[in-house]
């Protein structure tokens, strides 16, 4: 969801005209008119995203560059249990950069869970009012840690009362997170 205001109307084919010049991984499902003042970004109440981790002793080239490849032993209950200590408002300090233009830290959750996408994908799905940047990368991080016996899980949700961002766990990499919808409050729902 994007949104952008124009002086005219805009032109047949707007978004097959928009599409021509933006690269293949980003594409315009549909352009529609919004109320006036409509900010995509401000106006959202809350965001859904997805991390996906591949469950193999081998990595895949299916899922290469789609999931983190994850070949280590995972405790699923310490997984579950750091999801749901992320319900509810926090301080979001330790999950993201140090140099940050963020002057608030605290996020409410809506829902976190791992689910089983297929018997080799598990997915770390999320919803809050706002995410800051790297966040989720660093709480997937950190989940991993907790669920590979390198902290516990009463370490983890320590972490959720606002401190530094070195006591939180590596950033995953990027190619496991995937945007999955946005809520307007009473308005439109939109999901990929």
């Known amino acids: ?13 707007f978004a097959s005209r928009i599409n021509a010049v933006l690269p293949r991984d980003v594409s315009v499902l549909a352009v529609e008119p919004a109320p006036d003042g409509f900010d995509a970004r401000r106006w959202a109440t809350s965001r859904r995203y997805r991390y996906r981790i591949l469950r193999t002793e081998q990595r895949t080239p299916f899922e290469e560059g789609r999931a983190l490849w994850w070949p280590y032993p995972l405790d699923r209950a310490a997984l579950d249990g750091c999801a749901a200590a992320l319900a509810g408002e926090h301080d979001f300090t330790a999950f ?30 999320i919803e809050a009012d706002a995410f800051m940047r790297n966040m989720i990368r660093v709480l997937v991080g950190t989940m991993l840690e907790v669920a590979g016996g ?20 590596e950033t995953a990499p990027a190619h496991g997170l995937y945007f999955a919808g946005v809520s307007y409050g009473d308005g439109p729902a939109f999901q990929h």
Do not use: I, N, Y
Request: proline letters at 6%.
């Open 150 to 169: 390198k902290r516990t899980a009463e370490e983890f949700a320590a972490l959720l009362e606002g401190v530094p961002r070195e006591r939180a766990g």
């Open 96 to 125: 993201t950069p140090t140099q940050t233009e963020h002057v608030r830290f605290e996020r409410r959750v809506l829902s976190a869970r791992w689910v089983d996408e297929c018997e080799a994908v598990m997915v770390f799905e």
């Open 1 to 13: 969801m994007a949104s952008f205001e124009l002086d005219r109307e805009p032109p047949d084919q």
